[in-house]
């Protein structure tokens, strides 16, 4: 799961909510964007590259984890 650094400290219930979510998840991990706000993941461009660079790297992770078919 990755959330917005601001956001998280902002909201500690959220961030709970977010830790929870994370661990209840097989492999599951919560990765923080520090200096991210929840809209700016998406709109800031700084962000969304670092966000899409982290979506890549969980996608390489699983496929080369996964079973061959």
């Not at 601001?6 to 994370?22: D, S």
């Not at 209840?24 to 919560?30: I, N, S």
């Not at 990765?31 to 993941?41: N, P, S, T």
Request: charged share 25%.
């Amino acid at each position: 799961m990755v959330t917005a650094g601001r956001t998280a400290r902002q909201c500690p219930v959220c961030a709970e909510l977010y830790r929870e979510l994370a661990a209840a998840a097989l492999l599951g991990e919560l990765r923080l964007m520090e200096g991210a706000d929840h809209h700016g993941v998406l709109t800031d461009r700084r962000h969304a590259a670092a966000l899409a660079r982290l979506i890549r790297e969980f996608l390489a992770e699983v496929a080369s984890d996964a079973p061959a078919l």
